[in-house]
């Protein structure tokens, strides 16, 4: 291998001259690049300001929330808030997030390869997916939708007079940015690993971003096609959905929910690879399991899509399919636990080291394991029926999403950091913001557990004065949530001058992309690598770094 590891002291060293950053200027070399390390930079950014977007509605949906009367926003302004604040999230935000940037960025370097198989569809991608946020906040300038994110019938298609078609359009057009990166991802992660990178040799981050491409290449035309059936319903009253017409309803949410309950293993399993890095890294141990991890990972892909049901145990499906679908839907906790399992095993005896990503990735096994309990909880048939509709399942579902996903995102944007722009974050600072979110989030969540369980229903913007203690305590750690994610913006965006030159590998990690410098040239690789050794072979590195030393030295 012709590149360079790094050496102990980087701190006189200058950035390189040459790399994929300034490869090229000006905007046009931006908005015109096949390079995949760059587009990973333009969804970086446009993610984030979507992020802070659907992050205002649901602050004011949580202000809103502070006092039991509906006091501050109209009845029909929340529900436009909550449902702008859901659809932001999970389809501008949560889908794209770890696989478009971090997935874009790393799993071509990861295999050893110069690029993904198809540079510009993954430049399309990028811009159905700018197209799929304009639509939507067309829709918001036109006076908004009110559907909530999950577009149920007869509301969406009958009695709603707000601006679904729009929206609808945005997902339909979104959707296809995340069909083209599955599809994109796939073929490089089949045809394009560098010699002796076998597929038992990838760094679980490929593994994960795999299963979850298969997710999104077989799951989101399901949902694309719901959405073409309610617009079609909504304008020129096709029947499909309404029984007066021989359609039915409940046809609706099987196929609303046959996408999106493997949507949230789309959202949460390329967070599960940044955090099985992470873990590998600042324990200093291959992961426990490996093989293991990554099957579950497909496990998790496959078991998906046979569960789609449990959210459905009230609207009227038969008790024996609600039995068959309750559990199934325990079955698919299984592959969960085995990660959750094996991170803690390579945890076990491991030299760790708390650096920043390493905390967020405490953050996200904590949280994620109260999530995911919580969803055991759901999936039992007669529990739900008293939960569903609660802010138990608002708290489920940020636990998860938020608690889990969100910190892997941040875990892997700080560990990846020093390589995608060749500069340290302040450690102090970022590890302050770490601890912030999680008090932030725990304050802001739990609460939630509670209100739902003793009836709070969810989507009302006002409630009983029995609720508002809780309510308040919601509201206030929302808040401290809130400036724990901007914190980051602002260190990180001044890091980017200020912050000191990290070297090409800071952290002594193993994977491939730490042997390049950074930030990496544009082809990645001025020669192809041979891999002759295993993830995560700690050994192996610290061998290679005594040859240098002692050959350059
Ligand atoms: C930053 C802190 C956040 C706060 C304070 C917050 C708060 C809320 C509130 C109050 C609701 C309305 C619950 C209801 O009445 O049903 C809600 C709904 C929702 N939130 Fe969040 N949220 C936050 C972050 C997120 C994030 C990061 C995501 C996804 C990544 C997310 C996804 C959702 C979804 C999908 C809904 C359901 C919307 C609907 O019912 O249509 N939230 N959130
Ligand atoms: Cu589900």
Not at 242 to 256: A, I, N, R, T, Y
Not at 524 to 540: L, M, Q, R, S
Request: proline fraction near 5%; charge should be neutral; charged fraction near 10%.
């Amino acid at each position: 291998m012709s590149t360079i590891v790094s050496l102990p002291d980087q701190s006189t060293a200058a950035l390189p001259k040459r790399n994929y950053l300034n490869a090229e200027h000006g905007l046009l070399s931006w908005l015109l690049t096949g390079d995949h390390k760059r587009i990973a930079m333009l969804y970086l950014i446009s993610i984030t300001g979507f992020f802070f977007l659907g992050g205002a509605f649901a602050g004011l949906v949580r202000l809103e929330l502070l006092t039991p009367a509906g006091d501050l926003l109209a009845a029909d302004t929340y529900n436009k808030m909550f449902t702008m604040h859901g659809i932001v999230m999970i389809f501008l935000f949560l889908v794209p997030s770890v696989p478009a940037t971090l997935g874009n960025f790393l799993i071509p370097i990861m295999i050893g390869a110069k690029d993904l198989a198809f540079p510009k569809i993954n430049l399309l991608s990028w811009y159905l997916y700018l197209v799929g946020g304009t639509f939507t906040l067309t829709a918001l300038v036109l006076g908004g939708v009110d559907t909530g994110w999950t577009f149920t019938t007869p509301l969406s298609t009958h009695y709603l007079n707000t601006h679904v078609i729009t929206t609808g359009l945005a997902i339909f057009v979104a959707g296809f940015s995340s069909i083209f990166t599955g599809l994109n991802f796939i073929v490089t992660i089949h045809r394009m690993r560098a010699p002796g990178m076998t597929w038992f040799r990838m760094p679980l981050f490929v593994w994960s971003n795999y299963a979850a491409s298969i997710l999104m290449v077989l799951g989101t035309p399901v949902l694309a096609i719901a959405i073409v059936l309610v617009v079609l319903e909504r304008t020129v009253g096709l029947g499909v959905f309404d029984p007066s017409k021989g359609g039915d309803p409940l046809l609706f949410q099987h196929l609303f929910w046959f996408y999106s309950h493997p949507a949230v293993y789309i959202m949460i399993l390329p967070g599960m690879g940044v955090i099985s890095e992470v873990i590998a890294n600042f324990s200093r141990k291959r992961v426990f399991g490996y093989t293991a991890v990554a099957f579950s990972s497909v496990a998790i892909a496959v078991f998906g899509f046979f569960v789609w049901a449990h959210h459905m145990f009230i609207m009227g499906v038969s008790n024996y399919s609600a039995l068959v679908f309750s559990l199934l839907t325990m079955l698919v906790a299984v592959p969960s636990a085995i990660k959750i399992f094996n991170w803690s095993a390579t945890l076990y005896k491991g030299s760790i080291t708390f650096e920043t990503p390493m905390l967020y990735a405490f953050g996200f096994i904590g949280l994620f394991t109260i999530g995911g309990l919580t969803g055991v909880f759901l999936g039992s048939l007669g529990m739900d029926i008293h939960l569903t509709e609660t802010y138990f399942i608002v708290a489920h579902f940020h636990f998860v999403m938020v608690g889990g996903m969100l910190m892997a995102f941040l875990a892997g944007i700080h560990f990846w950091w020093p390589k995608m722009t060749g500069r340290m974050y302040p450690e102090s600072l970022s590890k302050l913001a770490a601890v912030t979110t999680f008090i932030g989030f725990i304050l802001t969540f739990f609460p939630q557990f509670i209100l739902g369980y003793l009836g709070m229903p969810r989507r009302y913007h006002a409630y009983p004065a029995d609720y508002q203690v809780l309510n308040v305590l919601s509201t206030a750690g929302a808040t401290v949530l809130g400036v724990g994610y901007l914190l980051p913006i602002l260190y990180l965006a001044w890091s980017l001058k200020y912050g000191e030159i990290a070297g090409s590998n800071p952290w002594q990690a193993t994977g491939l992309e730490w042997q390049l410098q950074s930030p990496p040239v544009t082809e990645n690789f001025t020669e192809i690598p041979y891999v002759d050794y295993e993830a995560y072979d700690f050994e192996w590195l610290a061998h290679k770094q005594k040859q240098e030393v002692t050959t350059v030295g």
